[in-house]
């Protein structure tokens, strides 16, 4: 991507990254640092278990050779600061923040345990603590490991963007002739050459030719628009016809692209800040156990038992921060990702995930995601004495040769009806000859020496021909009208065309089962007219006056219309697929993208639907509210360790005579993280296959 870092979007890379992932203090790592880090400290840990005197007592074993007593202290000091560092930076941070979290906990339990156990290695105290602070920071490794994985997203949304962006641009010099030159070497005023299926390099606006321009990246409209002499044109956007000469008026951070390259970044910043569940029960087992901790030292030096109390203290503050509390939310994220990649659900970002159980309304963009994004034939009227079948095949003839998308969705109608035309002995495709396009009209050939032309409202005003009304009301709901015209000798509309973008068949469904998961507003929104909106909406069964419908916005309206929906109170899904899409997915509470859309989108959601099946969204739902109650039990589980385990270290029975030990400490801890790994093991048999099943797509 180095060839995009002077696109406008380079200044932004960093955005949004503080914070992120509820633990702002260590959120400059990246998961690579913790991946290393796990592994070595897990190289350690092995040999400092195998050697520890609990352990083998444990098993049953002995191991005794020379230097055997200064495994646990060498090793166990290295994993303490080499493994221990991110939770002790993390725990500094967080006490300058005043904000004691899953950093303050770690860190005291490692803290405290290393101290002992180290003045122990010098006889000045009996707590061994090597295996339980090596086997610790192991865990918590492992499970920030887990939680880092999310915090790249900024910046890999923002490199979506730039790619969109061509690496070169081709310059007009002043003899006509062109240069190709890079990016950032243009400058306001220049001139640049844009050829047929090339993307505009920069804003500007066209001084020579005439093309149809697909900007539904940008702007979210479905249909190629046309873009003459004078038109404005937008960096990113695509000629599809013709090839057009710019002029340049906006580069860099001026461009449009970067605008929204900064809504996105803005959007990801402010939803990073969402707290962490397994830091707020940190933060309450730290003050629970800093308190326990001084009152055990406290009561026990009272009764002249200062020894005691110095390890009643330790044990206390050691075993404060359980294993299970530092695997709850990991595990159960890991899990949850995996079963749910196998049901074509990707989940990117585990807060995403997380938040999805309170979503009240669902945004969905409808060009590419309600909709296929990609226009189909819906009805055809010919002319008295012209069969319908027959002003198709004409039709298709003549727009076989066409790279224009409305040509390509007769051609396939045409392709599709073949079977049966063979069977009803209708001839084949006719073959078209001396082929030419009528920018912004249409196009003209020849079919059997007939000369036919095919187009839209711009070629009947040209040939002074009337459009037939037998299609007005697929006009009325926005349908694309294309016309079949006869040149032989007088103009004449022989055929005319309805095409729409078609409805995906899985999206009824996919509505009705939003509902029946207590989903209470659906909201589409769209680049498209208005009349094309309601009637998709219309078709998709929309209750009038409970869901909602925004129609011919931009970019930045959809951004503004989460925000919106938010500040009535309501949490916000946001499906979507395209570039247009990228800052209302981010500024979502939850941003789902169709995988089938372009990599902006998909980076800049928490969720991804790879299938392109938007019933996914239901599914994701219900994995959301499973795996949100298995991090409950999980947590429960885990501070349910410490209910039991810090009283009973403390001291609270030693009057009867029981104490708690070091040694059931630690088994008591390894239980509490068997019964978490278990529990979380059950998500396995959720199934988030779609319950609704898919409606046949309207036929042709």
């Known amino acids: 991507m180095a060839e995009h870092a002077d696109h406008g979007m380079a200044g932004h890379a960093d955005h949004g990254m503080a914070g992120h992932g509820g633990h702002g203090a260590h959120a400059g790592h990246d998961p690579a640092v913790f991946r290393r880090k796990l592994w070595l400290s897990l190289v350690l840990t092995i040999p400092i278990v195998l050697t520890s005197d609990m352990v083998m007592g444990w098993f049953g074993y002995s191991l005794d050779f020379p230097g055997v007593s200064w495994i646990a202290p060498v090793l166990g000091t290295a994993v303490f600061f080499y493994g221990g560092w991110p939770f002790l930076s993390g725990a500094a941070a967080e006490i300058r923040s005043r904000a004691p979290g899953m950093m303050m906990l770690i860190s005291m339990a490692i803290t405290v345990a290393y101290v002992a156990s180290i003045l122990t290695a010098f006889d000045v105290f009996a707590l061994d603590f090597w295996w339980e602070l090596a086997a610790l920071v192991t865990v918590m490794l492992f499970g920030h490991w887990q939680e880092m994985k999310a915090v790249v997203q900024a910046q890999g949304a923002l490199s979506a963007l730039a790619a969109l962006l061509p690496d070169e641009a081709e310059r007009l010099t002043a003899d006509g002739t062109t240069e190709r030159v890079r990016l950032d070497a243009l400058v306001v005023g220049d001139r640049v050459l844009v050829r047929s299926g090339a993307r505009v390099p920069a804003d500007g606006h066209i001084v020579d030719g005439a093309a149809e321009m697909d900007e539904s990246m940008i702007t979210g409209e479905s249909r ?269 509309v022989v055929g005319a065309f309805a095409l729409e973008d078609a409805v995906r068949p899985e999206a009824r469904a996919a509505i009705a089962e939003l509902r029946s998961e207590g989903v209470a507003k659906i909201v589409m929104i769209t680049g498209d007219a208005r009349p094309v909106a309601e009637a998709v909406a219309a078709d998709l069964g929309f209750r009038p006056g409970v869901d909602e419908v925004f129609a011919e916005v931009l970019p930045a309206d959809k951004d503004r219309a989460v925000a919106d929906l938010q500040s009535r109170g309501l949490t916000v899904a946001m499906v979507g697929d395209g570039v247009n899409d990228a800052p209302a997915l981010a500024r979502a509470d939850v941003g789902l993208a169709i995988g089938a859309g372009t990599d902006v989108a998909i980076e800049s959601a928490g969720v991804v639907l790879a299938s392109s099946d938007p019933r996914g969204v239901a599914s994701v739902i219900r994995l959301s509210r499973a795996s949100y109650r298995k991090m409950i039990q999980n947590l429960a589980w885990a501070t349910g360790y410490n209910v039991i385990a810090i009283p009973l270290a403390a001291g609270v029975l030693a009057a009867v005579g029981f104490t708690l030990s070091p040694a059931i400490g630690a088994l008591l801890m390894s239980g509490s993280t068997i019964v978490v790994a278990l529990n979380a093991q059950l998500l396995r048999r959720l199934h988030l296959t779609p319950r609704s099943p898919v409606e046949a797509p309207p036929q042709d």
Not at 287 to 312: P, S
Not at 398 to 414: F, G, I, N, Q
Not at 459 to 484: C, F, I, K, Q
Request: with cysteine.
């Open 224 to 492: 190629p628009v046309s873009r003459q002499i004078d038109d404005r044109v937008v960096a990113g956007t695509v000629a599809t016809d013709s090839a057009i000469r710019v002029r340049v008026d906006a580069v860099g951070e001026d461009t449009a692209l970067a605008g929204i390259g900064r809504l996105v970044a803005e959007a990801q910043a402010a939803g990073s800040r969402a707290q962490v569940l397994a830091d707020r029960f940190a933060a309450w087992l730290f003050f629970v156990a800093t308190g326990v901790g001084l009152i055990t030292f406290i009561t026990w030096a009272a009764l002249g038992e200062v020894g005691q109390g110095v390890e009643r203290t330790v044990t206390v503050l050691v075993i404060a921060c359980p294993h299970a509390l530092g695997l709850a939310i990991p595990l159960v994220i890991a899990l949850s990702t995996a079963i749910s990649a196998r049901a074509g659900i990707l989940v990117k970002d585990r807060l995403a995930l997380e938040r999805m159980r309170t979503v009240q309304a669902v945004l969905f963009d409808k060009t590419g995601t309600l909709t296929k994004g990609e226009h189909s034939l819906r009805a055809v009227a010919a002319a008295p004495g012209h069969p319908e079948d027959e002003v198709l095949r004409l039709a298709a003839a003549v727009e076989a040769d066409s790279e224009h998308p409305l040509a390509k969705a007769l051609v396939a109608a045409r392709k599709r009806s073949v079977a049966n035309d063979l069977v009803a002995g209708v001839p084949e495709h006719p073959v078209a000859t001396g082929f030419r396009s009528l920018t912004g009209r249409g196009v003209q050939a020849s079919v059997a020496g007939h000369p036919y032309a095919v187009g839209g409202p711009a070629l009947l005003r040209e040939l002074g021909v009337t459009a037939p009304n037998d299609l007005a009301d697929w006009s009325r709901r926005g349908a694309v009208l294309l016309h079949l015209v006869d040149l032989s000798g007088t103009p004449e």
